[in-house]
């Protein structure tokens, strides 16, 4: 609001980048387009990639393994345009995606992306491994 009173200007805001999260267990979080949706925008070519909290140490040390990290990434420049996580501390992995689709990252960038061993954050990067068709540990 303050912004707005200053006459600070804003970008338009972009309903797709304003992550959704619902607070139970486990946690469930999305931002962008479901996978139907980018279908029906980018056709069926989509990179999709998806990697279980079953393969993830982390989740396995913490007793945490249900859920699933998901990165959905149109056909032409692989740039990412949604992505679902459930799963213990979805709500706080979506923060990533967020911020790569607000850069209008790749799936190849997020994979270049160091992620620290062993946290449930190396499961964005193994999402956008498999989406790339490139998966280490899945």
Known sequence: MMEYLAEVPRPP???????????????????????AQAREE?????QIGKFPFTASGKAIASGHTAGFA???AEPRYHEIVGA???G????ELVAEI????TLESTTAEVA?????HPTLSEAILEAA???EGRSINF
């Open 13 to 35: 805001l972009d309903h797709f980048k304003i992550p959704g999260c619902i607070y139970c267990q486990p946690q469930v979080a999305w931002i962008g387009r479901t996978e």
């Open 42 to 46: 980018f056709g069926d070519d989509l």
């Open 70 to 72: 998901k990165i959905i």
């Open 84 to 86: 679902h996580v459930i």
């Open 88 to 91: 213990h501390g979805a709500t």
């Open 98 to 101: 967020g911020l790569a689709m």
């Open 112 to 116: 270049a992306t160091s992620h620290a």
């Open 129 to 131: 491994l498999s989406a």
